[in-house]
């Protein structure tokens, strides 16, 4: 029986910066922290029942699957409700239903002194501070950040699986053209319709609360929520021009381009980005 190459994540109590950026910024390896965030007021602070009372009114836009499917909610939304409701939902019931990219500097920005910026990578952005929430069962599937960014992905409440893939191994999991997605399913590997995984090598990790992961540049993730919960990222620009060009050219060129083609032809579309896919093995 196949079974995916997968390595466990380096994890530390605690990590001082040269550390840091020899061993894991500098060579793109993932890692675990699990005191980087100990001393935040988040940890304790951001309850379910926090969000209900004091946030409860704000209104959220929530996702599914058909995030990622041909048609009308492809790359947006299903619907908007009140966060309070949405909590009770994340915590009694199991489905996916996800709320991401919860920018809390916009949206609720006293929540940002909760939080300490650590000192590890220089240029952690300010005002791109994201949340995502998921339902005990929720998948966050594969894919890689497309404007290429570092991550340092605090989890706040609830355990996850994560399994990383460098960039490279875009082949391997069979990427979709003109997106920074693949539909592997990585939790259930499926060989005989995707072949490049029997040549696929990553990590899987399962992360605890406050427990910090740094996703490096460029690397694919596939997220499942072991239980209900929500976390934090804190972000920074990939430091080469590569990088960041790419980042340009996924953000203003590519993604453009599938957005528009979802829209002319969503299912023929669609079903030829998932025929080149599987052309390459």
């Known amino acids: 029986m196949c079974a995916l190459n997968l390595s466990p994540v380096d994890t ?34 951001w309850t379910p029942d926090f969000f209900r009372q004091v946030h409860g009114h704000k209104n959220v836009k929530v996702y599914d699957s058909s995030f990622v499917a041909a048609g009308s909610h492809y790359m947006s939304g299903i619907k ?106 990585v939790a259930k590997p499926d060989f005989a319709q995707y072949p490049g995984l029997r040549k696929l090598q990553g990590y899987k990790v399962t992360l605890e609360p406050g427990e910090t992961l740094y996703i490096p540049s460029g690397y694919w993730h596939h997220f499942v929520y072991d239980e209900a919960g929500y976390s934090i990222s804190l972000r920074c620009m990939s430091q080469t021009w590569a990088g960041r060009l790419l980042g340009l050219y996924n953000l203003t060129i590519m993604s453009p381009i599938d957005r528009l083609m979802n829209k002319l032809a969503p299912r023929g579309w669609f079903d030829w980005k998932k025929k080149q896919a599987l052309k390459t093995h």
């Open 12 to 45: 530390v109590p605690t990590i001082d910066k040269a550390d840091f950026q020899a061993c894991y910024f500098q060579p793109l390896k993932p890692l675990v922290m699990r005191g980087m965030a100990s001393s935040w007021p988040a940890l304790s602070k």
């Open 80 to 185: 908007t409700l009140p966060l309070a409701q949405y909590i009770d939902l994340v915590m009694t019931t199991e489905q996916d239903l996800r709320m991401f990219l919860y920018n809390i500097k916009s949206e609720i920005p006293e929540l940002v002194d909760d939080i300490d910026f650590p000192e590890l990578a220089d240029g952690l952005s300010q005002n791109f501070l994201f949340m995502f929430f998921g339902c005990k069962g929720s998948v966050t599937q594969m894919h890689f950040d497309i404007d290429m960014s570092h991550v340092l992905h605090t989890a706040i409440l609830g355990r996850k699986s994560v399994y990383l893939f460098p960039y490279e191994q875009g082949e391997n999991l069979h990427r979709n053209p003109f997106t920074c997605r693949s539909y592997v399913d």
